[in-house]
């Protein structure tokens, strides 16, 4: 309650004394309303520190790769080693859990070409083991059957091949994103909401007397004017426990320290967190930290004080925040308020949470951009997967009638489709087909390939005729790596 809010209510009880109680009614409910507006300036504060806090005390995770995008590469990598030669599977030893060989050092002399096998040696045995773990290219395998003829193996390793060296540059690039790209990783983001809760630098609550807690042994020593903004923990603790009672007056469903003795951090910061309502995401959220600023600014109450002007959030003891129970606020003053014609200089809390609010949204963006390359690798899964079945059918490659080899025209769409056309219109024997893109019609009551995975066959098919329409017709190169 302010002074003037004081010296009122002592009025109004001399009144009663002398029996002029009606002279002083009007004073009666200036006092109230007074009264009511310390009381909502202080609960004002505590909703608007609250939206602060639980927008800042959140984290985010370190990677959102999709275990599917994993899967797809594997397969795809398992593909391409099932299709090469003898002579390169000969040199993978699978029988272990670990590399076998652990370097390509026996099979090639040392020099740039060493240097590059060594790198990529792990991810090579790992797909080798993937292969003859799940018995691919064998008749045990449900899908991936043997290749008839080398000439078959041979067209599709060399297809399969491009395919799996451009969807591992994909992968680099999908991995980088799925973390956030350079400007949302999960450390820069938990970083900034840290350091916006706690203070630079500062893990948790017990760190607040180094960063923004100048002492605390008592509200005046802790509190002061030049070490508020520094973290939002902090400020709310300021704003919620006086030097006087345990008054609750900030929020019923907190009980206060006496701030007139040393606060024991560990204790009332958790109870005063708790009493703050959380309605906000689970996750960080750039609208909920833009949303919490706007709030605590719209709450920040200036008044002129001989031409400073001063800026609070509660309610002041005239213009001042002394930590009495008619006292008891922030004062903001060096960042929003000051002489005339000055400028506040930037709030440490505040310009974390914009920063972490701006790596929130370049994370979202890297999130959408990792989705769309997560698009294009699961399509050349599809297609490596199409040129495997149709070499496995002895379909991919034919020789010419003068005797020299050349590739056949791809069917692609055509042969995924009878697949999926063969479980008839039983949606059961549909659902088993599922492993090779086949969905069930509910309108046409029949088994058929995915609109999306038929589209981008055709695409592929397309491209294969070229843009005259004329086949490609091209003699395949013998393969020496893989």
């Not at 009381?39 to 609250?50: G, I, T, Y």
């Not at 995008?69 to 030669?85: I, Q, R």
């Not at 995975?453 to 790596?481: C, F, P, Q, Y």
Request: hydrophobic content about 35%; charged content about 25%.
């Amino acid at each position: 309650m302010t002074d003037f809010a004081l010296t009122e209510k002592r009025a109004v009880k001399k009144a009663f004394k002398t029996g002029k109680l009606a002279v002083v009614l009007p004073l009666l409910f200036s006092v109230l309303e007074l009264a009511k507006s310390a009381e909502n300036d202080r609960a004002l504060s505590h909703r608007v520190m609250c939206a602060l806090t639980t927008a800042a005390d959140k984290t985010v995770g370190g990677t959102e790769e999709s275990s599917a995008v994993t899967e797809d590469v594997d397969l795809l990598l398992a593909l391409n080693f099932s299709t090469s030669s003898a002579n390169w599977t000969a040199m993978f030893d699978t029988t272990g859990e670990e590399v076998k060989p652990v370097n390509p050092n026996d099979f090639v002399p040392a020099g740039p070409v060493r240097d590059e096998w060594t790198k990529a040696w792990p991810l090579w045995w790992k797909a080798a083991k993937k292969a003859a773990a799940e018995h691919i290219g064998t008749a045990k395998h449900a899908n991936y059957k043997p290749i008839p003829d080398d000439g078959n193996r041979k067209e599709a390793h060399r297809r399969i091949k491009e395919q799996a060296t451009a969807v591992s540059k994909l992968k680099a690039k999908y991995i980088k994103l799925a973390q956030g790209g350079t400007k949302g990783t999960a450390n820069l983001i938990n970083g900034y909401l840290k350091a916006a809760l706690y203070g630079q630098g500062a893990n948790d609550v017990n760190n607040l007397v180094l960063t923004a807690l100048a002492a605390l042994t008592n509200w005046g020593a802790a509190c002061k004017a030049q070490t508020r903004g520094i973290a939002i923990a902090a400020d709310l603790l300021c704003a919620c426990n006086n030097n006087a009672d345990t008054t609750k007056q900030c929020n019923t469903g907190y009980t206060p320290h006496n701030w007139g003795s040393a606060i024991t951090l560990t204790t009332s910061w958790p109870a005063l967190k708790a009493s703050c309502i959380n309605h906000g995401p689970q996750a960080p959220s750039a609208s909920e930290i833009e949303s919490a600023i706007s709030s605590f600014e719209a709450a920040l109450a200036t008044k002129d004080n001989g031409g400073t002007l001063v800026a609070t959030l509660g309610a002041p003891s005239g213009n001042a925040c002394d930590g009495t129970a008619a006292g008891l606020c922030v004062d903001y003053t060096q960042y929003y308020g000051g002489a005339d014609g000055t400028k506040g200089k930037a709030m440490p809390w505040m310009q974390n949470l914009k920063k972490a609010a701006e790596a929130i949204t370049a994370r979202q963006t890297a999130l959408a951009a990792s989705h769309a390359i997560a698009a294009q690798i699961e399509a050349l899964r599809t297609e490596a997967d199409s040129v495997y079945l149709q070499a496995a059918a002895g379909k991919l490659y034919v020789p010419s009638e003068g005797g020299s080899n050349e590739r056949a025209k791809p069917q692609p769409s055509i042969n995924r489709e009878a697949e999926c056309n063969e479980a008839g219109t039983s949606e059961d024997k549909c659902k088993e087909l599922k492993a090779k893109d086949c969905v069930f019609n509910d309108k046409a009551k029949k088994c058929e390939l995915k609109k999306e995975v038929k589209a981008k066959l055709e695409k592929a098919e397309t491209k294969w005729n070229g843009k005259d329409g004329k086949t490609n017709s091209k003699g395949s190169k013998h393969i020496k790596r893989k």
